[in-house]
């Protein structure tokens, strides 16, 4: 599969372009290459007024352990320039002070995913599990790593209902001589992809300027009845919920409370 991309909105710019090979060996292990190119405009996604330019490219490989469980590794490179603005927060400005605008980072990435869903698409039964870990090597610009797990239990109540019950949790931390995560690699949580009712990204610590900046530490959980369109119930591709989400972005672990 070779795969061409471009995206413009007001938050990204991006182009890449990316091969994968799903076989590389008989037994199913694949190999991908990937390279991309990224113009990011946080504020316009709720967030603290920065920018930054990303360029780099990686190599995966994912081995399939046997029908319901995959692990994955991942090389890559990263070049990141941050641009501060006439609005950005002093957060932002100490954060350039103290560590410089422009980092290379090489990372390793790995995950394990068990997934036992009936399908990819609207499944009702089955159970999604992944772990991730990403972390920069050491000699790189800026020293971190970030690890998350997520969950995915579909339940079948009766014929037409299902129960869903999502957890995500993702904590990440610094090493060597950087203080703590950085700040453009934090948690972010609010929207219609976490916590429904709340604007994109606005949950958690807020700079000094009162806009989002997230935090290392992102707790979110989500309970959903699915159930058919009436009068559409053999329509397979459309589906209502009711639904309540839960959840909060910490500045660390030493900041989680669950009265907050």
Do not use: C, M
Request: cysteine-free.
């Amino acid at each position: 599969r070779v795969n061409f991309s471009f995206n413009n909105s007001d938050v990204n710019t991006v182009y890449s372009v990316g091969y994968l090979n799903p076989y590389y060996t008989l037994d199913g292990v694949s190999r991908g290459f990937n390279l991309f190119f990224r113009e990011t405009d946080a504020s316009e996604a709720n967030l603290s007024d920065y920018a930054t330019d990303t360029y780099g490219g990686n190599i995966s490989y994912g081995i399939p352990i046997n029908e319901f469980d995959r692990i994955q590794f991942e090389l890559g490179y990263e070049n990141l320039k941050l641009k501060s603005t006439e609005s950005s927060p002093q957060e932002v400005l100490d954060f350039i002070a103290s560590n410089g605008d422009e980092f290379d980072a090489f990372k390793l990435n790995a995950s394990w995913a068990h997934d036992t869903r009936n399908r990819a698409i609207f499944a009702d039964r089955g159970i999604l599990q992944r772990f991730a870990l990403e972390a920069t090597v050491p000699g790189s610009t800026l020293e971190y790593y970030k690890a998350s797990y997520r969950q995915l239990l579909l339940y079948p109540l009766t014929k037409t209902l299902t129960l869903s019950i999502n957890t995500d949790i993702g904590y990440g931390n610094s090493y060597g001589e950087l203080s703590a995560l950085p700040f453009f690699e934090n948690y972010f949580a609010g929207g219609v992809r976490s916590v429904r009712g709340y604007e994109d990204n606005t949950l958690g610590p807020l700079d000094s300027k009162n806009n989002a900046l997230g935090g290392a530490l992102k707790v979110v959980g989500n309970f959903e009845i699915v159930f058919p369109v009436p009068f559409f119930a053999e329509q397979k591709s459309l589906r209502l919920s009711t639904f309540v989400d839960v959840g909060n972005v910490y500045v660390d672990g030493d900041s989680f409370a669950a009265d907050e």
